[in-house]
């Protein structure tokens, strides 16, 4: 006997009765061609800000990265493991797609904890401290006049946090080579989970906006 979530079970049963029975061919071939997404998504793991239901996308539309805060760390070719770093890479080199976007959200975890970290870490291994550490040089940089309210500070910092991940996103090679060479563009998103409203970022200025 097993012990999976009863909703999940109930959801697949719905997925493969409508959905998938309504959208077979597409399936078909996704199976035997393999997938061709145009954009590659950098979400954050978090379950209200789900990149497929904001875009209304379906199979094989979107290659989709999500990590804690919708990082993308510096490129550092060393022997560590780096799983975002590799999804990145498979995306560009291998499946050629033609956009990237970062996208992050209001009322991040991740963000909310760089700017109110707490006094002892979730659990032995730190993997989140860690992980957030790659926000700690903007951090630093980051001032607050006194006159942001704290949901106010906590956009701002969410968008900070966009623009370097698309900075470090032109630290890897063949994606300035890309960039230079106008076959893949680089976007920023911010999706207001509260309203649903979607903020695109200017490429000069680096203002978001809605669209």
Known sequence: MHTFPKHLLDGYRNFIEHRHEAERQKYLELAEKGQKPATMIIACCDSRAAPETIFSCGPGELFVIRNVANLVPPFEPDSGQHGTSAAIEFGVQALKVQNIVVMGHGRCGGINA????LAEPLAPGDFIGKWLELLKPI???FTDDGLMTSGERQTAFE?????????NLRGFPYIADLERQKKLQLHGAWFDISSGELWVMDHKTGEFARP
């Open 114 to 117: 760089t700017l109110n970290p």
């Open 139 to 141: 951090r630093q940089q």
């Open 159 to 167: 968008r900070i946090s966009i623009r370097n991940s698309i900075k």
